[in-house]
């Protein structure tokens, strides 16, 4: 079974530059999350996607940060215009299901702002 | 292929019990391996190690890494109900890529 695929593996830009990072989730699952992951710090969830509907984006950025899962599969995650702050990898992981299912990870983009 | 593997992948003990949770790896360039527990969404952050032999302590968790025999062993002493969890195990290589294991599943009964 192929494992959750993000892209790029890593992206340097400058700040105010715009950035894009793709996921593509395990085949079948419904739920996808995008997590950014800052250097010393856990995990935090940005946007938790039912299919193509949005369950949780309360603590995504969202004068800068958006995404999308138009088709109910894969996602991409946009920063338009990148801040310093923004350095940090982002994680995509997706789970069957909605509630309290195994999350699977992919190997995440990390993104640094000069 | 780099890989991470964990076992068990779901446990069900009773609460005072103590558990290991195994996580092996093979993986090309590693950089250092953490521990994570789930319990909702976002994964909290347990351990990060880097160096053979060092146990990493934090109350009734520890957790120590074998880099000559490629495995960690995560540590709960007296469990609660409230280590219920999946723990994950999760390698960084030397590009900052994350390997994650599939996560074992704790169940602590009262």
């Known amino acids: 079974e192929a494992g959750v695929a993000q892209s790029p593996r890593y992206k340097i830009i400058e700040k105010r530059q715009s950035v894009a990072f793709w996921c593509n989730p395990i085949?079948?699952?419904?739920?996808l999350y995008w997590y950014q992951q800052i250097l010393g710090q856990g995990p935090k969830l940005l946007i938790q996607f039912q299919n193509n509907g949005v369950v949780d984006d309360s603590q995504l950025p969202k004068d800068r940060f958006s995404a999308e899962r138009l088709k109910g599969v894969d996602s991409t995650l946009k920063i338009q215009p990148a801040k310093l702050e923004d350095s940090a990898v982002y994680l995509c992981a997706s789970s069957l299901g909605l509630i309290q299912e195994t999350q699977y990870f992919g190997p995440g983009t990390r993104l640094l702002v000069l | 292929e780099d890989k991470v593997v964990q076992s068990p992948l779901s446990l069900v003990v009773h609460e005072g019990d103590t558990v290991t949770l195994n996580c092996s790896y093979e993986v090309t360039n590693f950089r250092s391996l953490l521990w994570y527990k789930q319990e909702k969404k976002a994964p909290t952050f347990l351990f990060m190690l880097t160096s053979s032999g060092i146990e990493k302590k934090s109350g009734r968790l520890s957790s120590i890494l074998d880099k000559k025999e490629l495995f960690s062993i995560l540590n709960i002493t007296a469990t609660q109900t409230g280590d219920s969890a999946i723990y994950l195990c999760v390698v960084e290589d030397s590009n900052y890529q994350l390997i994650w294991g599939a996560g074992t599943k704790l169940i602590i009964k009262p």
């Open positions: 085949s079948g699952h419904a739920t």
